[in-house]
């Protein structure tokens, strides 16, 4: 039984096994190159064997690999046979190449993922079977907010890594909110100078009486954007930016002042906000803000260029939860929208992404946007990631745009796992293992048509309350190897998918995080040291309020 995760399409089984030895080689065909110098370099990592590179495809036969493109194959779709001829992973592209290299590495077992060799004996062995696999859907995502705490750059490269062992092609960079801006802007330097740092952080959910006091911080500079963007890419994992507006922007105020609402506010009081929830002080809608963005903007495409991949175009600019109070009380916000003869505040925040999204196609790109941009009418191109439950992509759908779907109620992996009192600061809804196991991406509303907008679905990671990587580990782990299992195979309907058969899987798969260094939530719950005692959190039954 070979324990993948996700589980493939289809395996046939045969007697025997591909042995790899000190005199396998490994032939990489013309453009999956960069596909075998990622393998060699892993496997050599974890083996210890040389497995040279093979000029030839005959220089593999009997114990060593292959890897070429079939042009009958789609594009992320692979083949990967294992017989007495050794073994040769096809794909119609390089990353459908890519991902049957990463089933690969799970048929080898758990130690293929260390980073050197644990012992000198140790048979390497691949299984005489032949897998047929393709993904369910094109957007296979993951998101990842580094604003509320910052996660340094090796974090976000290993969580690259994560992604792709579990085959996510999407990685949503959250890079801006009330409580931090982490990416340098030359064109703006306080944007990371006072925007990337607090004072303080509140400590558990806002209902806390607990403050950390002291400083929290950090952003990446343009070479660290260009770094993980190209570390990303060698893992066929496409980055999609969001840079939030025009509300989650108490962080970019506290920088430059002007951007609020200065006719109702005192902006120069304002600082990085230290709490969690949804801040007053939004974006002022003027003709300075919109230079101000496009400015930022401007660099940003510039570090996350548009190419080949398939979502590169794709720049996320928020749109969710802007408070409209300030807006309502301000004179220059209400002339702004008498000026352009828009009937309220939810069609002025509609004239605010429109512009953008105007602006972005301009340049050949498209913007995506939380469900709130559909209030007030969505702008003309847009996408929209659908977390408010199904029915934002339900109408984006119906309305002819595309869609992601990444409901809070079934994949926001900071809600607790369990509803057990050891759950560390607890929050929102109790989705578990099996509960993400059974979500399904497709509302059954939709028609066949309206169901081809859905370009997949993501799973969200909200660090309020993750004070560090080990907290990520714990909330996102198990649950989205699950989530990777519903995006990536045609799995039944819900109820009649096969959780005990994902579970008996799942033993395996914990193996492999343990070599990973993982801080998953274990079967029987946390650890001493995961919890949290005494800080509180949001334990609620029904819906929470929101982020």
């Not at 996700?6 to 000190?22: H, I, K, M, N």
């Not at 559909?374 to 759908?397: F, I, K, M, N, T």
Request: proline share 7%.
């Amino acid at each position: 039984m070979t324990q993948l995760i996700p589980e493939p399409r289809s395996v046939v089984a045969g007697p025997g096994e591909v042995r790899l030895t000190a005199h396998s080689q490994l032939y990489a065909g013309t453009a999956t190159e960069g596909v075998g110098h990622w393998l060699r370099t892993v496997l050599q990592q974890a083996t210890g064997l040389p497995l040279r590179e093979g000029r030839q495809p005959d220089d593999t036969d009997g114990d060593g690999i292959r890897l070429r493109l079939d042009p009958g194959l789609g594009r992320e779709e692979y083949r990967l046979v294992s017989d007495g001829s050794g073994v040769r992973i096809e794909g119609g592209g390089a990353a459908g190449v890519f991902w049957g290299a990463q089933t690969l590495r799970q048929l080898l077992g758990p130690d293929a993922y260390r980073r050197a060799p644990i012992g000198r004996d140790r048979t390497w062995a691949v299984p005489h079977l032949t897998i047929e696999d393709a993904p369910r859907f094109r957007w296979r995502g993951l998101m990842l907010d580094v604003a509320r705490h910052f996660l340094p750059k090796d974090g976000v490269l290993r969580y690259l890594d994560l992604m792709a062992a579990h085959k996510l092609n999407v990685f949503h960079f959250h890079l801006t909110d009330d409580q931090g801006w982490r990416i340098e802007i030359k064109k703006y330097p306080r944007l990371t100078e006072v925007g990337s740092w607090r004072a303080r952080t509140k400590f558990g959910h806002r209902a806390s009486p607990l403050w950390e006091e002291k400083p929290h911080g950090g952003h990446y500079t343009q070479d660290d954007i260009r770094e993980i963007v190209a570390y990303a890419a060698e893992r066929h994992i496409t980055v999609v930016p969001e840079i939030d507006v025009p509300g989650h922007s108490q962080a970019a105020i506290a920088a430059y002042p002007e951007l609020g609402n200065t006719d109702v506010i005192d902006t120069n009081s304002l600082s990085v906000w230290d709490n969690w929830g949804i801040s007053p002080n939004v974006l002022a809608p003027t003709d300075n803000t919109l230079r101000f963005y496009e400015g930022v903007f401007e660099e940003v495409l510039d570090l996350f260029p548009a190419d080949a991949a398939e979502f590169s175009a794709f720049v996320h600019v928020g749109g969710d939860e802007c408070r409209k109070d300030q807006w309502q009380r301000s004179p220059a916000a209400q002339a702004r929208i008498s000026e352009l003869g828009l009937a309220d505040e939810d069609e002025l925040q509609a004239w605010f992404v429109g512009h953008f999204d105007r602006w972005l196609t301009a340049r050949g790109r498209r913007l995506i946007g939380w469900d709130e941009i559909l209030e007030g009418g969505l702008a003309d191109g847009a996408a929209v990631s659908s977390w408010r439950g199904y029915a934002g992509g339900v109408a984006a759908a119906r309305a002819g745009h595309d869609v992601v779907m990444c409901p809070e109620q079934q994949v926001y992996l900071d809600h607790r796992q369990d509803a057990g009192a050891d759950e560390p600061v607890p929050i929102g809804y109790v989705r578990t293992l099996e509960d993400v196991y059974r979500f399904e991406p497709v509302p059954a509303e939709l028609t066949p048509d309206e169901a081809r907008h859905v370009l997949g679905t993501q799973a969200n990671v909200w660090t309020e309350v993750m004070e560090d990587h080990a907290r990520v580990d714990y909330q996102t782990f198990p649950r989205l190897a699950a989530f990777a299992e519903v995006a990536w195979s045609r799995l039944p309907a819900p109820a009649q998918r096969d959780f005990a058969g994902f579970e008996g899987r799942m033993a395996a798969h914990y193996r492999r995080l343990d070599a990973l260094g993982v801080a998953y939530r274990p079967p029987a719950g946390p650890r001493p040291w995961q919890r949290r005692p005494g800080v509180l959190g949001r334990p609620i039954d029904g819906p929470p309020p929101n982020r």
